[in-house]
């Protein structure tokens, strides 16, 4: 089982230009979460899909979106990216049968030059 | 709102030596609290949640509702235990996978 995996695992990017990060899940689980992770600081939460829908969303402007698909991986996209979005983005997914057990991915690394 | 409050970012030991890692929380209602932590070059990964009551890898952590605190300890330190240790809350009143809130973290570093 491969866990989580992100891709891709760094990109540079422009200021105002837009990006997508992706999610496979650890085989099992169908919740993905996502969490941005600046330098020095521990990882944010940005927002959770389950059944294809956002079920939770943390204090992200609505530049960040998301999707699910049926095959339950996910995709982060962030519009009009700003130098302060530069950060390690985290994909951890779950199984809502297994409190609290979320399994995280190794991340993609965005700079925004 | 829930916050995570790690006050120290370093932690240096020798070998041998107790370790505490302080964390501190903010939450209305009924938390659930856990260490991650991430070992160089390596994933975040859960080290203990405190409704387990278990002990890992020799550290134990106990929830103080009193202090708002959920401390991490271990009374011999060893060098396998440098990593970033970071102290996480979810709201246990609103589903077992609620959003985590995280601390800034903060660097173990256990010297020989």
């Known amino acids: 089982d491969a866990g989580v995996t992100q891709s891709p695992t760094h990109l540079i990017k422009t200021r105002g230009q837009q990006v997508t990060l992706r999610c496979s899940p650890k085989?099992?689980?169908?919740?993905v979460s996502w969490y941005q992770q600046a330098l020095g600081q521990g990882p944010q939460f940005i927002f959770q899909?389950?059944?294809?829908?956002?079920?939770q969303r943390g204090n992200f402007p609505d530049r960040f979106s998301g999707h699910q698909f049926p095959n339950y991986s996910s995709e982060l996209n962030v519009n009009a990216l700003l130098l302060g979005d530069s950060a390690l983005y985290l994909c951890?997914?779950?199984?809502?049968?297994?409190?609290?057990?979320?399994?995280f991915g190794s991340g993609t690394r965005l700079t925004v030059v | 709102a829930q916050r995570v409050t790690q006050p120290e970012k370093l932690l240096s030991v020798f070998k041998g030596a107790p370790v505490e890692l302080k964390c501190n929380y903010s939450?209305?209602?009924?938390?659930?609290l856990f260490w991650y932590v991430q070992y160089s070059r390596q994933r975040l990964q859960l080290l203990l949640r405190?409704?387990s009551r278990e002990s890992i890898k020799g550290f134990t952590a106990d929830l103080n509702k009193g202090e708002t605190s959920f401390h991490l300890k271990k009374p011999f330190a060893q060098e396998e235990d440098s990593a970033m240790y970071y102290c996480?809350?979810?709201?246990?009143?609103?589903?077992?996978?609620?959003?985590?809130?995280f601390g800034k973290g903060i660097t173990l570093s256990v010297r020989p």
């Open positions: 899909y389950y059944e294809e829908e956002e079920r």
């Open positions: 939450y209305s209602g009924s938390p659930e």
């Open positions: 996480a809350l979810s709201g246990g009143d609103t589903g077992a996978n609620s959003k985590l809130t």
């Open positions: 951890a997914s779950s199984d809502p049968r297994v409190p609290y057990g979320y399994t």
């Open positions: 405190h409704i």
């Open positions: 085989s099992g689980h169908d919740t």
